[in-house]
Structure formats: C-alpha cells, structure tokens
C-alpha cells in the first residue's frame, strides 16, 4: 500500500490456474522503470499460482514495438501484459507513439478474445513514472497482473455457461 493509501484492486481468482500460461513483453526504454513493472507483476502472478515456469518475457527495443510481440506470443499464452514507459520530451512524439501503440493493442485484445492489458506508463516526468510504479499513484505492474486473471476467469466463467469467447484464431 501506498503513503496515501492507494493499493491494487483486490483479486480472489475463481477458476483455476494451474495451467494458464502469462507473456510479459517489456520495452527497453526507461529500463529501470519498465524492469520494475515487470517484477512486480511477475512476483503477483508467482504469489497467485502462476510460476515461472509458466511466465514468458520478451523484450523489444522500444514502446512502438510491444504489440507486434504480443501479436507473436498470443498463441501459445492466456494473456499478455504489457510493459512500457513514454515520458513527454520537447516535441509530440510521445502522442503519436501512445496512441498507436494504445490502439493496437486493443485491436489485438478484441480480435483475438484474449486479455492484452495495457502497463504503459504515459507521464510527463521520470518521478510520475516511478509514482504509478510502487506508489503514491499506483502498483501498475501488480493491477495489470491482477486484471489478466480476471479477464481470464471471467473468459472462462462465461465458456463453462455456454458462451464461447469470440476472437480471430492465432494458429
């Protein structure tokens, strides 16, 4: 929990996870901060039954190339967390980056029916940054590690009533 208070969402898993298989794509800028978020939602998804036997990392150069990894692992994982950094710098750059890359992995996530959950971090400053790392504003890599879970139990919940998730196939 943070000075102010502000903790991760709680999360009790309802189905299994014996099986479910997690990739963890990291950008390689602002490494210190991304490797953070990585850490921290791979220590979370090991807490919850998720070893690491079963957690994959793939690393790419930058924010820009995330969702083309995650387009790769999709089919052999349940869910894909992604972790990135874009800190504002003199010029619009980091509006084009976000909103591409935001795009795409929702795109990725409603074509596929499968949890592509967003850890980029979109800030101004290094110190918001490692703000929504480990607090005052937030614990990112433990609530995007909590939110796959639940889209997987709630994916799950729905197949187990009859109601197939809807998603292009990846094989």
């Not at 992995?105 to 409603?110: A, E, G, V």
């Not at 890599?141 to 939110?147: F, L, S, V």
């Not at 729905?158 to 809807?166: I, L, M, N, S």
Request: net charge negative; proline share 5%.
């Amino acid at each position: 929990m943070s000075a102010d208070g502000h903790e991760a969402a709680p999360y009790n898993p309802t189905t299994d996870h014996g099986s479910t298989r997690i990739a963890l794509v990291t950008a390689a800028w602002h490494a210190d901060i991304v490797d953070q978020l990585h850490d921290t939602a791979a220590a979370e998804l090991e807490r919850l039954g998720i070893g690491t036997d079963r957690q994959e990392r793939l690393s790419v150069p930058g924010t820009f190339e995330i969702p083309l990894a995650a387009r790769w692992v999709l089919g052999r994982v349940d869910a894909v967390l992604c972790f990135g950094c874009v800190i504002q710098g003199e010029t619009r750059h980091n509006e084009y980056i976000n909103q591409s890359v935001f795009s795409a992995l929702q795109s990725l996530m409603l074509g596929t029916g499968k949890p592509v959950i967003n850890g980029i971090l979109t800030t101004h400053t290094r110190e918001q940054a490692l703000a929504r790392v480990h607090g005052p504003v937030g614990w990112k890599g433990i609530e995007c590690a909590r939110a796959a879970l639940q889209l997987i139990d709630l994916q799950r919940s729905q197949a187990d009533k009859g109601r197939p998730p809807v998603g292009l196939r990846l094989d």
